[in-house]
């Protein structure tokens, strides 16, 4: 799925963002048509960061609980324990009693003979490889029901809200906050505090590497994790989500790739950056992927349960699992702190990410009424992202959650991945893209055998593994759950119109340049050319790299989209334009000794 969708859909993402220097929506003036996908890949990034905030929220939450002499999820005495809790089991025998059969610890020297026959245990008190917990399958670990019983006080359903989480509504607010201020400051200020966020958690997952190889009960979970069960293969849901884990661990289709790649130099290599950065982001999901099964090893010892039974819930890892091998660790709160803090600074490096797609497209297409008003753009989506998650802190929030993360951005990223190589491989021309690349990457780049491999991904490939993934899926639909819960019909209609939602603009937009293509003298054939023709504006952003573009186009027989003149002026060709004078406005034509009215270079240049 890596080598096939995730790396083309990767480099194609990159190179386009790169080239136009444009957010997600207004890069579609490439192929007019096909500007529904932007649409649907900024409404899809703005309903994920609504919920993801809210995991961020957890997170806020627990780095708080934890600066505290003993963490709350240690024990079994606290409130929100249930009689279930797995210590009381392991407490009660250290002590010297057993569990009966209505959950009550009861000590062995206070038993008859005929209980101790009737519990299995030896004439002399022992206890016998017989005598087993009646409990041991509702057994949960005091972490999960600090989680589920206390930060969550989740109640019964979806449709029993139960409040707000005072406490999460401040948490909530506390992380949009941080967001907003991470992006009032610019795209130079939120790739500082990337550098933090993409550095630190290293530190923290070998700390936790370290500490899961001495837990018993490892060597089961990591046997786990690197044991193929090929068998699985038959499931259309494992083929759907390794594709869609591939999309989210890269953030194809989601258009964050090309907003990040917008604010590139025209001449910066993507793609290098296209091979190093996925093999990297590779590595590292496999990598924490020893030290997460590492510690469910731990966990399955610990429960008496198979590997796979130990952890049901969606964000169970992050908040069940990781804060049990915590509390093992010495001086338990300070890595507690350390680790929450390493997720805190994941979380929004993913978060400012999306908001920054969201907040690039709405600008880039009205520039004229918010290029200015940047701050503005991002309190409000801010301030609405922020109302809508108050339902999401609710005690029946997290239903919410796992509803919007199971249909937001499931197979419809699948869709954009799709629709992307149809939009460029075939309607724009895969040749034309390639001497795109060509003009910001150089001839030695492309001209390399191996680079062939790209154009054959994006225009048969790529497209062929997401439509068998897509109709395997569909073929065997089976509607989503939240574990062990079952949403109703209402809820599952909720999540339709939530994936309704971010793909109606690509039917609509097409059905929108369609009339607007229409004449009398047109035919079918004619208006579907149009439809698919570059506008004037499309292109690199300086008019240096614009005629650059041309250039190569020329040379390799290709004709670049849009015009060589500056956007602005491509937008009002149609109205006679003063010559521009040499001065500040053609100082990239002078670095680079091409000059901005079309005369020829001086001599010495």
């Known amino acids: ?139 949960k670990l005091p972490s999960y029901e600090f989680y589920r019983h206390e930060v969550l006080q989740i109640t019964d359903g979806i449709g029993n809200l139960g409040g707000v989480r005072w406490q999460l509504a401040l948490c909530l607010l506390l992380a949009w906050f941080i967001v907003f201020c991470c992006l009032a400051k610019g795209v130079k200020s939120s790739g500082k505090v990337m550098y933090f966020t993409a550095t630190f958690p290293y530190l923290v997952l070998f700390i936790l590497l370290i500490r899961g190889l001495t837990l018993d009960g ?106 049990a091998a915590v509390a093992k660790l010495p001086v338990s709160p300070l890595w507690s702190v350390l680790f929450f803090m390493m997720l805190l600074t994941l979380g929004l490096g993913s978060e400012i990410v999306i908001v920054q797609t969201v907040m690039t497209a709405i600008i880039d297409e009205f520039p004229k009424y918010l290029k200015k008003r940047k701050i503005y753009v991002i309190g409000v989506i801010a301030i609405i992202g922020y109302i809508i998650g108050l339902l999401l802190v609710t005690r029946g929030g997290n239903y919410w959650v796992i509803l919007m993360d199971k249909y937001a951005a499931d197979f419809a990223l699948l869709i954009y991945g799709l629709c992307e190589c149809i939009g460029l491989g075939w309607l724009y021309g895969v040749k034309r893209f390639i001497n795109d690349i060509r003009s910001m990457i150089g001839d030695k780049l492309v001209d390399f055998p191996l680079f062939m491999w790209w154009p054959i991904n994006w225009t048969a490939l790529t497209p062929a593994v997401l439509s068998f993934v897509l109709l395997f899926n569909w073929i065997s639909w089976s509607p989503p759950t939240a574990g062990d819960y079952e949403f109703p019909p209402w809820a599952h209609v909720i999540g339709w119109l939530m994936i309704i939602s971010t793909l109606f603009w690509i039917p609509l937009f097409m059905i929108i340049e369609f009339r607007k293509s229409k004449d009398d003298d047109v035919t079918l054939l004619e208006r579907f050319n149009v439809m698919k023709t570059s506008r004037p504006e499309w292109g690199p952003a300086l008019r240096v790299n614009r005629r650059h573009a041309a250039n190569v186009h020329k040379q390799y027989g290709t004709v670049m989209g849009g015009s060589t003149e500056t956007r602005h002026a491509a937008r009002h060709a149609a109205r006679p334009a003063a010559r521009p004078a040499v001065g500040a406005n053609n100082e990239y034509s002078k670095i680079n000794g091409i000059p901005a009215n079309g005369e020829e270079p001086p001599a010495n240049v």
């Open 1 to 139: 799925m890596l080598l096939f969708a995730g790396l083309p859909l990767f480099f194609l993402e990159l190179g386009y963002g790169q080239y136009c220097s444009l957010g997600p929506i207004t890069a579609w003036r490439s192929v007019p048509m096909m500007k529904g996908v932007g649409y649907g890949m900024v409404t899809v990034s703005f309903l994920v960061c609504i919920y993801y905030n809210v995991i961020i929220t957890y997170t806020i939450y627990y780095l708080f609980s934890s600066f505290t002499s003993t963490l709350p999820w240690i024990g079994c005495s606290n409130d929100w324990n249930t009689p279930y809790c797995s210590e009381r089991f392991t407490d009660c025998i250290n002590g010297g009693g057993i569990i009966d059969n209505d959950g009550i610890c009861i000590m062995i020297a206070n038993m008859t003979v005929n209980e101790k026959t009737f519990y299995n245990l030896s004439s002399d008190g022992n206890i016998t490889d017989a005598y087993t917990d009646p409990f041991k399958d509702m057994r």
């Open 218 to 323: 490892h060597r089961e979970g990591i046997a786990f994790f690197i044991t193929p069960k090929f068998e699985l293969l038959k499931n259309p849901k494992v083929w759907k989500d390794a594709a869609v884990q591939i999309f989210y661990s890269l953030s194809a289709s989601w258009g964050g790739l090309i907003t990040l790649s917008s604010f590139n130099k025209f001449n910066n290599n993507c793609l290098r950056d296209a091979m190093i950065v996925p093999v990297l982001n590779c590595l590292t999901s496999i990598f924490a992927g020893f030290v997460i099964f590492s510690i469910l090893g731990f966990m399955a010892k610990e429960l008496g349960k198979p590997v796979e039974e130990v952890v049901d819930e969606s964000f169970g890892l992050a908040f069940i699992a990781y804060p």
